[in-house]
């Protein structure tokens, strides 16, 4: 017979039912593979980079998940209205959802993913712990809560502190520790009502909370054929809010005998559904004992650690086993080569309980300093809002051994440009570089425990040389647009003036820079008394290349408006210029109260004329789905309300005035 | 164009002698310049910022663009008088807005602003900077008015007015000549920020443009005292001139500022409406710095100026690219004239390499009408002991062909920048467009000496002709007296010749450091460009 290789189904068009970051990696994989791309969008990211690299976009009308890329049936339109032959869910959104699955398939379209039925039944997370039992894979003792049971009696046979768990959860969303009895009561009215709003199902159930436990899970893959093979494992323990930031594989824990436990364990229980694509089961290990915790059945934001370590692209398997090809090769072909660290950057405060900071990414530049992965959906001025995941990218370093990765990792997110807006990046970097982190002692409660710096914390000789970059860099500009006398030299005097002057602020440190021009072209600086001799060797184009007191240093910087983006070799700085004239007009918002972040206006409780006292809550924002309370900053009578409710406002946009305060 | 080359030798004894003394008056110039910025002294610079008043440089720094250069004026005026060296005035060149203005500025510390003869001249100056070269003019006034205590205040009332050399009857011009730049379409600015009384109200009255600060400017043709005494009535400043009054009722006042820096603000904000654009074509060719260095021009000249140096060496370490078309080189050698550019504007240089003779005060005199033809600006560079005497000479009719020149260089119109680089003695200094023959700006290095003829040939001659009086008269000639007389009729010649001496009276626009040469031709070349640059081809009659 001739050696002619049929193709069952062939994948021509796919279209990835997601977006940002995800969407882009699928997609890069699908143009290697000669696939010819389509994207979705919401209003919101009409502007982002995975719909102007997509072969074909269709918009989506509405601008939440909900209303867009949460919409089976726009997604199906889309689906053909583009004429793809495939669709590709990423992860989140519909990528769990097997109704949507269902009606993929319905349509006769190809479902990059495991059938509906292993969906369905992994889905619902007690089940799946019934299906684990069944299978001998070790499970926590859990018990579900139904409403008119004695709760309290079913978390004192589990012991304290005992975790609350919404059945069809996932990234964190309604999970609560709790720590003794008297808080049990409120945390399940919580979770429940956030498993209600996130997951449209409110089923919650308790289970043994390990508080210093490893997240352990494996990533498997099955083909359409019966073959079932796992690719490692990979630790996840670093997590804030039940959601993880630094993944790696291989886990510092798991030795060679434990591995092949673990991944006996993974490949039993996904045989017993009938498993096909790609898939992590996720456990909790402590010592050598591990117990499971539910299985994902869909790709995961972590995998391209398990990418580097074992040369696999998975995206490109699992297109292959939705065509219906075999894997061709068995688990022994399956080597782990070094050590991968992925981080992810996201636009968070860690210093205000790591809660969403929403806004826009003015610079990005991902550093090219040293070799690593960046898996990102946005590029210099996108924005991160307030209806999507706040994730800005993931930097992925693959390394000969984890102490290597780790240091890289650190610099390598040190020395890329992620400006405009908070982001966790800096915890990131003070996290791999704990002692506890490079020892590999990691564990879930590793932040509380370990508790590294949340925020970068500048010397003052950090602030003024950031400055007199700006400074140099804002005078070569001045310089290079001055419409008359171009090429005198900036600041020049024949006689004995008052020094030039620009004035920035950090924070709450102001830094005063004062600067002449030398006869030999150097600028002589004095910043609160310390004096810096300075010579320039280039500076006007955003890169600045000078010498400090003897010491050279480039400096990569930018602007809009008053704010300074500055890049030098410690990483980020942004200052934000003192105007040199008072803005006189700023008077008009003397009294005013203005959004801390985008969101939407949930109540009002105030009206114009009302007299209100100190503290008093005005209006509550919701934004990131938290709800964020104005209060009355001092006692007054309201001037005016600005917005009503439902209203959309931006950050920063004035809310509520007060009278003005008698002087 | 061919690239200078250069045969000076900075390893030599004499370029170390030169070196170390332009060093030394270099570091005269900078104690004078520290001693000017001080202004009224620190007592009165405290006083002026306990009423959150800046100082005037403050306030002039305040009004530029960052980072934009500043070109002070006659900044040494009154140095060796019984007046503040700088005289109380602060008058310079700068940018606002992108607009290249002619900023005055009463420096409060002095005598209250008042005005005395020094920055009197120096006021005039500045009006004449503003009108010949078509540039805004800013005046941030703060004036007591006349100063009442007449020559600097102290000493003998009675040799005071001995000394004065003018009166009364001859002031207000600077009135007169405000209003005459606003009939030249040329915007006139004032920014009050004190007392402008009397004579100072008519700062602002004259003024297209005024901006008031609350509280503190206060503007009247008499003061409370005055009042009193004229009419009986009892005045409080805020009503009779107060910032409040002057925009809401008088209406004199245009912009109410709250204070210092925002009255500083609104007139940048007037200059950036003015629509101001240069009449003068700007730079057209490669500004690409000399190849030879501008610290070698503190070693070329001597201090004896009778030690000859080569003005090619100089013009190398000026104009763009040290390139250089010599026109002539071969007739008139004792005079350098020759194409270039500095900060991309075409030029034309003529420099002395000696004295004048009628070769080369004829190549002068074509030259100049040749820049004319093509409104190319001329750049005089000085080091003249005047034009050759001698029977022979005369009979070659170097008078007439050194009126050639002169008569060229008083009706050229196109720019002429002077810089005096060593001696300027008698009509050399006029032939070489010196201060009375309407050059746009002159500037003088340390070494320059500025007078009728050498002190010491001056000497001389005072000697010779009182040694023939007396022979007439049949009177013993006393040599020793002769000597004595001799010597401090040399001494005092040196004195005023001096070029310090020349700046402090206004007679130029400032003493520079050599080195800074380029970048101050450069600059007033711009400056000079806001007004059309056009020759002419009309001169007196030539006298053949």
Known sequence: ?663 | MSVLESSLDTRSDNFSKNLSDMNEMLDTLESLYSEAAEGGGEEAITRLRSRNKMPIRERISMVLDADSPFLEVSPLAAWRSPFNVGSGFVVGIGVISGVECLILGHDPSVRAGAFNQFNSKKLMRGLEIARENRLPYVQFVESAGADLRGDGGDGDPEAAIQREGGHFAESGRLFYEITELSKLRIPTISVVFGASTAGGAYQPGMSDYNVFIKNQSKVFLGGPPLVKMATGEDADEESLGGADMHTTVSGLGDYLADDETDGIRMCREVVAHLNWRKKGPGPTLSPDEPVHSAEDLLGIVSRDLKTPFDMREVIARIVDGSRFEEFKPLYGPTLVCGWASIHGYPIGVIGNNGALFSESSEKAAQFIQLCNQIDVPLVFLHNITGYIVGTDFEQGGITKNGSKMINAVANSTVPHITIIVGASYGAGNYGMSGRAFGTRFTFIWPSAKIAVMGPKQMAGVMSIVQRAAAERRGLKFDEEADAKRAETAEYWAEERSKGLFATSRVSDDGMIDPRDTRTIIGFVLSTCHNAPVEGTKEFGTWRM
């Open chain 1, 1 to 663: 017979m001739a050696n002619v290789e049929v193709v069952p189904r062939m994948i021509t068009k796919l279209l990835i039912a997601n977006r940002g970051e995800i969407a882009r990696r699928i997609m890069r994989t699908a143009r290697d593979m000669g696939i010819s791309t389509v994207a979705i969008y919401a209003e919101g990211d009409a502007h982002a980079p995975f719909v102007k690299e997509a072969d074909l976009a269709i918009a989506l009308t509405g601008r939440t998940s909900t209303e867009t890329y949460l919409d089976v049936q726009q997604v199906i339109n889309a689906c053909k209205r583009s004429g793809a032959d495939a669709v590709h869910p990423g992860y989140g959104f519909l990528s769990e959802n097997a109704a949507f699955a269902e009606a993929v398939t319905a349509e006769g379209i190809i479902w990059v993913g495991p059938s509906q039925h292993a969906i369905e039944q992994m889905g619902d997370k007690l089940s799946a712990k019934r299906i684990m039992q069944e299978a001998n894979v070790p499970t926590l003792p859990a018990m579900e809560l139904k409403a008119d049971e004695n709760h309290h009696a079913a978390a004192a046979e589990i012991g304290y502190p005992v975790l609350v768990k919404a059945s069809a959860g996932g990234g964190g969303r309604g999970m609560r520790v709790v720590e003794s009895e008297s808080l049990l009561d409120e945390a399940i009215f919580s979770a429940r009502r956030e498993a209600a709003a996130s997951f449209g199902n409110d089923t919650l159930f308790l289970e043994r909370w390990l508080a210093a436990s490893r997240h352990v899970e494996i990533q498997i893959l099955g083909d359409s054929h019966g073959n079932l093979i796992h690719c490692f494992e990979r630790e996840c323990s670093i997590q804030r809010r039940h959601q993880k930031i630094i993944e790696e594989a291989p886990s510092p824990a798991v030795n060679d005998d434990l591995r092949e436990r673990m991944g006996a364990a993974a490949v039993a229980a996904a045989k017993t559904i009938g498993y096909s694509s790609a898939g992590t089961v996720e456990f909790l290990l402590d010592g050598d004992e591990f117990w499971f915790l539910e299985v994902n059945t869909r790709l995961q934001v972590e995998h391209p650690v398990t990418e580097e370590v074992t040369g696999l692209d998975l995206v490109r398997e699992q297109i292959r086993i939705a065509e219906g090809y075999e894997l061709g090769y068995r688990q022994e072909d399956l080597n782990l080569s070094g050590h991968a660290i992925e981080a992810r950057i996201y636009a968070e405060d860690p210093d205000n309980d790591f809660l969403p900071s929403p806004g826009t990414v003015e610079i990005w530049a991902p550093a090219t300093s040293a070799q690593a992965r960046f898996d990102s959906g946005v590029e210099s001025g996108s924005v991160i809002g307030i209806d999507f995941d706040p994730m800005i990218a993931k930097v992925i370093v693959h390394a000969p051994t984890r102490r290597e990765a780790a240091i890289r990792l650190a610099r390598v997110l040190e020395k890329t440009r992620v400006q405009g807006l908070t982001t966790n990046r800096d915890f990131l970097v003070a996290t791999l570089r704990t002692p506890e982190y490079l020892a590999g002692d990691t564990t879930t409660d590793f932040i509380e425990r370990v508790n590294p710096a949340r925020v970068r914390n500048f010397l003052q000789v950090e602030l003024d040389i950031a400055a007199i970059a700006v400074v140099i860099e804002a005078r070569a500009r001045r310089r290079a647009s001055a419409p008359v006398l171009r090429n005198i030299p900036g600041g020049w005097r024949n006689s004995h003036m008052p020094a030039e002057r620009s004035g920035f602020t950090y924070l709450d440190t102001s830094i005063e820079v004062e600067y002449r021009l030398l006869r030999s072209g150097n600028l002589h600086i004095v910043i609160a008394g310390t004096v810096y001799e300075v010579s320039i060797f280039a500076a006007g184009n955003g890169q600045v290349d000078m010498d400090v007191n003897g010491v050279r240093l480039h400096f990569s910087i930018d602007n809009l408006n008053d704010r300074w983006f500055t890049h030098g070799s410690d990483g980020d700085l942004e200052l934000v210029e003192i105007p040199r004239f008072p803005d006189n007009s700023a008077g008009s918002r003397k009294g005013g109260l203005t959004a801390p972040m985008p969101g939407s206006v949930l109540v009002l409780n105030a009206k114009a004329g009302d007299q209100v006292a100190k503290g008093q809550v005005l209006l509550i924002l919701e934004a990131m789905k938290m709800e964020h309370q104005i209060t009355a900053p001092r006692d007054g009578t309201i001037d005016e309300i600005k917005v009503s409710v439902g209203d959309q406002v931006a950050n920063g946009e004035l809310l509520i005035k007060l009278t003005e305060e008698e002087a």
